[in-house]
């Protein structure tokens, strides 16, 4: 048995009535003045899509009745007395994180491509039968380039229009920009939860002026975008991988305010 | 391909932060970022299951065949 990791919270724990995933008993695991939720798990046991989101409405449950720190969706340990090391080795660097997200949650907004938009970077083929396939080649290629430039800088242009105009400070935002073909600006903002409504409200007026984009806001979700810590001590954090592992483009680093 | 619609995007967005956001416990933790089977996580390509992809990257203009898409994640041991 293991233990899949949930959410790290201060102590004492809340009292959480309830279950963890698939309905086995949550577990806390405490380590001086702070602890980590988690739920035993079996390693042969898959996990699947609906698990990844019943860990979101777990980690929604806890950070609804303390500061909490989600932590990665997969992260296991192998005991209880590894969990309390790992929390042990960054006690200071957690504690710091949950005095930073205290009291906030977040909100995302993505923009869209619209359909007619020509935002895709799609290159329109030479129809000159003239022309020769190896010039052809190379010229629908420089269109291809062009266009995907014209659309990056676009959605540059959107970003920045959008956090100019954010009531947040910009170090409680966070954004890539084409994070795939239909996708102009992924941001995250973090917001204090009782104003969470308000705020989605006001950021949904903001997605929705452009013409070439279609602008969602979701949340609010617990403050997954702006956990991360400093690694210290001697061990040598796994490199992230997957957008994590893109350092944010064109936007200041989250940074306690 | 699958226009993404707002619905999309929430799920996605969601499903991205919980596989690349959060706290990484190092040292004693196993991290399986992209290791769950049966879904296929993050904001470069459309929500699909594994096995989707896999029957896509067989044929011209599946989910797994689109340049800059990664790979089929492995398995979580």
């Known amino acids: 048995m293991t233990l899949l990791a949930h959410a790290i919270t201060g102590e004492p724990p809340a009292s959480l009535d309830g279950e963890g995933l698939r309905g086995r008993p949550l577990r806390w695991s405490g380590t001086g003045d702070i ?49 309390r090391a790992s929390l042990s080795t960054q006690a200071d660097e957690l504690h ?44 629908e290629r420089r269109a291809r380039y062009a266009a995907r430039e014209a659309r990056k800088a676009r959605a540059a242009e959107l970003a920045e229009c959008l956090v100019a105009e954010l009531p947040v400070e910009r170090a409680l935002v966070w954004h890539e920009i084409c994070t795939s073909d239909r996708v102009a600006v992924s941001l995250a903002v973090l917001i204090p939860s009782e104003r969470a409504a308000e705020r989605k409200a006001v950021l949904e007026r903001l997605a929705g002026r452009f013409n070439d984009v279609v602008g969602v806001v979701s949340g609010p979700w617990p403050p997954y975008s702006f956990v991360s810590i400093e690694q210290s001590g001697g061990s040598t954090p796994r ?3 997957g957008s994590a592992a893109r350092p944010p483009k064109g936007s200041a680093p989250w940074s306690p305010s | ?26 040292g004693h933790a196993t991290i399986s970022v992209a290791g769950v089977d049966l879904i296929y996580l993050g904001l470069n390509v459309v929500l699909a299951a594994v096995e989707t992809i896999e029957s896509g990257a067989q044929g011209p203009g599946g989910v797994a065949s689109r340049p800059g898409a990664p790979p089929p994640a492995p398995r979580l041991s």
């Open chain 1, 35 to 83: 602890g980590l939720w988690s739920t035993r798990w079996d390693p042969a046991d898959k996990l699947d899509r609906n698990d990844a989101l019943e860990h979101h409405r777990l980690v929604e449950r806890i950070c609804a009745a303390q500061p909490c720190l989600p932590v990665r969706f997969g992260t296991t340990f192998a005991t209880d007395e590894d969990a």
């Open chain 1, 96 to 139: 710091s994180a949950l005095d930073r997200v205290a009291g906030k949650s977040e909100l995302a907004v993505t923009l869209l491509w619209a359909k007619n938009s020509g935002g895709r970077g799609d290159a329109p083929r030479l129809a000159d039968p003239a022309i020769g396939p190896g010039r052809r080649f190379m010229e």
């Open chain 1, 239 to 241: 490199p992230p991988t």
């Open chain 2, 1 to 26: 391909m699958k226009e993404l619609t707002p619905a999309d995007a929430s799920l996605l967005e969601l499903v991205d932060r919980l596989l690349h956001k959060g706290v990484v416990l190092a």
